[in-house]
């Protein structure tokens, strides 16, 4: 299995690895892709004003345009490590133990804007880049990575995808229908969507998987282990979803 996880506009400064190495990235056949975003993120922050304006940052935010500007220099992270937030807070991986660690690194991909999808552990520099963005001379990010990821995935393809993305990140890079795959909504016992807590049920859902480290190959699978754990998912009102149910 793998699961798919939306980045976070959040971020943890710093880091103390070495720099950016694009195909040391998973999913290496996107190193093309990975490059022409960095390039085009390195040479936008050249000019600070279009950088704000592309970039749509506020006054106390242009600071993301000298980490943009150190793309390829800058210290990295592990990017389970590098995303704050709800999501990355429940998950709370620098709490788990080595093996959990290496199991996130095996099963999870994390879907950035500059990066596409990067493992667990992968190391990445600290940026400010949105899905929805434009940069100059660069076709509309969707339209840059969607193709290539999907094939990249297919190349490469898991027994299932669990996918707990945004859809803003879907749209980057849609799981082929080649692969086996499970779109997650989080909703009440009601059936009610929700929003906030939606990013903190999914962070503790993988947090549960990581420690747990269950062989799961399909949503039956995913099922039977969620039982174990006392919690509830079920098939979505969709083909292709799921709900992970919460207390309401």
């Avoid at 990013?199 to 799961?216: I, S």
């Amino acid at each position: 299995m793998k699961i798919l996880l939306p980045p976070s506009e959040t971020k943890r400064p710093g880091g103390s690895g070495a720099p950016l190495s694009l195909e040391g990235l998973a999913l290496s056949t996107l190193a093309g892709q990975r490059d022409a975003v960095v390039s085009a993120l390195v040479t936008l922050s050249a000019d600070r004003s279009a950088a704000a304006r592309v970039l749509k940052l506020s006054e106390r935010q242009l600071g993301d345009i000298d980490h943009n500007a150190a793309l390829r220099c800058a210290p990295t992270m592990a990017a389970v490590d590098r995303y704050t937030g709800v999501l990355y807070d429940a998950l709370d991986a620098a709490s788990l133990d080595a093996a959990a660690r290496r199991w996130l690194d095996r099963h999870v991909w994390i879907h950035s804007a500059p990066f596409g999808p990067v493992s667990a552990l992968d190391a990445i520099p600290m940026y400010r880049l949105a899905a929805g963005a434009s940069l100059p001379e660069l076709a509309p990010l969707r339209r840059h990575w969607a193709g290539p990821t999907s094939q990249a995935m297919a190349q490469e393809p898991p027994a299932f995808i669990l996918d707990l993305r945004s859809e803003a990140y879907v749209a980057l890079g849609p799981v082929p229908v080649s692969v086996p795959s499970a779109y997650v909504r989080v909703v009440t016992d009601e059936g009610r969507a929700l929003n906030h807590f939606n990013k903190k049920a999914k962070g503790e859902l993988v947090r549960a998987l990581a420690l747990d480290r269950p062989r799961v190959h399909t949503v039956g699978g995913l099922q039977k282990w969620a039982i174990s754990r006392g919690m509830t998912i079920r098939q979505g009102d969709t083909d292709g979803t799921i709900e992970l149910v919460v207390s309401s």
